[in-house]
């Protein structure tokens, strides 16, 4: 009996091991092979080939004293990540906050409507809004007019060009939108009612009792909002190409450019383990921060 | 007389605060209407420009009917690139991917919710932690592994990988929903023969299909939209796709072309749509387990 059972368990084992296979060979080739190969290449100035010299810790040196465009390429992303991270999370708490009443008729198109941006998301969506925001004959120039503004050259103004893109990205938080609403509609419908029992009013509600509950969908949007805004890349990319004068000059662009414009295969892993450790120590503080303000049931 | 006036008062009330209801939700109404077209309106001024004459996109004030619809602009566009090729080479793109996900995934996801091993735990942590794990450190490496493999300017670097597990998100998404079914089911197929292969393909997947269509219709609107992989590893024109392609015409806005642009753009918008109405269901609950997660 006892044998009988270890050979089920072997070959329960087995089976285990044959169907995780692709996953551990996914793994091994495509995970931990690049994980230890571009720790290694920090330390060095291989090229495209991936072959090169061990120059010890001068690609961290070069990245933090000999070139400029770190800092500026950071600092635009920092830029990008405080001002659309948070502007996002309000928009698309507000916008679910409206959805969420069962006497909204045509749920489902304004649902629908708020996602569709998203979904189409990509390069064509993108050069819209280029055209969108066209100085001369753009629609959001135009309708700046009748409220007798002359609008900015927008993606070829330094100072414009940034906000251009952010407010792009606006357009396109339908995802943020139904993930909060999806945790708006969890929140027990009884807390409400003894709420009104009480004689709260809506407003009283929503800040005593709506607010507080959507706290975890709203830290898990938070971070969510702050990795994907650090990797921001095609937007300015395929708009601005990063200018006009490095103004929307992204770090994934730089990391991009040094890796596959320069070929310099060393350094573009060393700027991709900054900001992977950057954004590690955001995250790790914003988590720090949560147990101020994000309500946990348990 | 007392019990009269308990009687008045929540009817009174009942009333004054249907009323300030009615109005709550008539402002709801306005602000959603309003924020919808905001939503839609980049849309719409797509369509419009992709059928006007050239004369008729650039002139001041912006007309949202054009004059006369033209499909110029279409046929011109879609030749102005080899469109038709990129439009290939996505398709075959996005389909090999998403069948390599679907299979690839749910066959690991079979492995994690059915059998055991004494380091199963283990390697579902790894599976959560890959998750977490930042593409950009990857990019390089995988890079020079595949030029290694000379797979440069090829499609298989696009392709091949998401035959490897499908992606952690997705074995994470499936495994759930194959602990949702009863074990017995497995058993009594076991009894009537089936292997496990069978039991996984015949009959555990067509119960999990709600979940494959999830996993299918996200990774369609991902791979025919991603840009920055193509980017990185095609180089040749025959072998772009869409989202490279549409590069072409990045500046042309001022050079009036911009309704040819429109035009293409369309064209590539509107699988993406087809593909959200026909999937809606399907796509609301991938977001709603990608939220599960946090």
Redesign the interface.
């Known amino acids: 009996m006892k044998k009988k059972f270890n050979l089920s368990m072997k070959s ?2 087995k ?6 296979s ?6 091994l ?3 931990l ?3 230890i ?2 720790i290694i ?1 920090i330390f060095t100035d ?1 090229d ?3 072959t090169g010299q061990f120059v010890g810790l001068a690609n961290i040196k070069k990245a933090f004293a000999q070139d400029p465009l770190f800092y500026k390429s950071l600092k635009n992303t920092l830029y990008f990540v405080v001002v659309s991270v948070p502007l996002s999370l309000i928009v698309s708490f507000l ?1 679910a906050l ?2 969420n ?1 069962k ?2 008729k045509g749920m ?10 998203y ?7 993108t ?6 925001f ?1 100085a ?2 753009g ?1 959001i120039n ?1 309708f700046l007019s009748f409220f007798g503004i002359t609008g900015p050259n927008w993606l070829s103004d330094s100072n414009w060009a940034m906000p251009a893109i952010i407010i792009m990205g606006l ?1 396109t938080i ?2 943020t939108i ?2 909060t609403l ?2 708006l509609q969890d929140i027990p419908e009884q807390l409400y009612e003894s709420a009104a029992i009480d004689g709260a009013s ?1 407003l009283k509600m929503t800040t005593h009792i709506t607010l507080p509950l959507a706290t ?2 709203l ?2 949007n938070l ?2 909002g702050i990795i994907g805004g650090f ?1 921001v ?2 937007q300015p ?2 708009l601005t190409e990063g200018g006009p004068n490095y103004a929307t000059y992204t770090y ?1 662009m730089h ?2 450019n040094n ?2 414009k320069y070929g310099e ?1 060393g350094y ?2 060393t700027l ?2 900054i ?2 450790i950057l ?1 590690l120590i955001i995250t790790l503080i914003v988590n720090r921060t949560s147990k101020y303000w994000v309500y946990y049931e348990n | 007389m007392e019990t009269n006036v308990v009687i008045k008062k929540p009817t009174l009330n009942h009333k004054s605060k249907s009323k300030v209801e009615t109005f709550n939700l008539a402002i709801s109404y306005v602000l959603l209407i309003l924020l919808a077209l905001v939503f839609i309106f980049p849309f719409l001024w797509m369509i419009s420009t992709a059928f006007k004459l050239p004369s008729e996109a650039y002139i001041l004030p912006p007309k949202l009917l054009p004059k006369t619809f033209t499909l110029e602009n279409f046929i011109q566009g879609w030749q102005y690139a080899d469109f038709t090729r990129y439009t290939w080479n996505t398709i075959i793109v996005t389909t090999l991917t998403t069948l390599g996900a679907v299979f690839s995934a749910s066959f690991v996801a079979y492995g994690f919710a059915r059998f055991k091993s004494r380091y199963s735990s283990i390697l579902f942590t790894i599976v959560l932690g890959t998750m977490m794990l930042p593409n950009q450190v990857l990019l390089i490496p995988t890079y020079i592994l595949f030029s290694k493999l000379g797979w440069l300017d090829t499609l298989k670097p696009l392709i091949v990988p998401s035959y490897f597990g499908g992606g952690a998100f997705n074995i994470f998404l499936l495994r759930q929903f194959f602990k949702t079914i009863p074990v017995e089911l497995d058993q009594a197929a076991k009894i009537d023969g089936a292997n496990s292969f069978q039991i996984y393909y015949k009959i555990l997947l067509p119960i999990i299909k709600p979940a494959l269509m999830t996993v299918a219709v996200m990774s369609v609107a991902f791979h025919w939209n991603d840009f920055m992989t193509p980017l990185i590893y095609l180089n040749s024109d025959q072998n772009f796709t869409l989202a490279l392609g549409l590069q072409f015409f990045q500046n042309s806005y001022g050079s009036s072309q911009v309704q040819m642009l429109m035009a293409v753009s369309l064209i590539t918008v509107i699988p993406l749509l087809i593909l959200f109405f026909i999937g809606q269901k399907y796509f609301v609950q991938g977001i709603a387990m990608s939220g599960l997660k946090g």
């Open positions: 329960e084992s089976l285990f091991y044959l169907y995780t692709p996953f551990i060979l996914g793994f080739i495509f995970t092979y690049p994980v190969y571009s290449l291989a495209m080939t991936g916008v409206l959805l009443n006497k909204i489902g198109i304004f649902r629908t409507t708020f996602y569709i941006p979904i189409t998301a990509g390069v064509a969506v050069l819209l809004w280029g055209w969108i066209n001369q004959y629609l135009y357009w339908g995802n139904i993930i999806a945790g809506r975890p969908t830290f898990f971070v969510m990797q890349f095609m990319f395929v994934m990391i991009y890796a596959f295969m573009a892993s991709a383990w900001l992977f954004i």
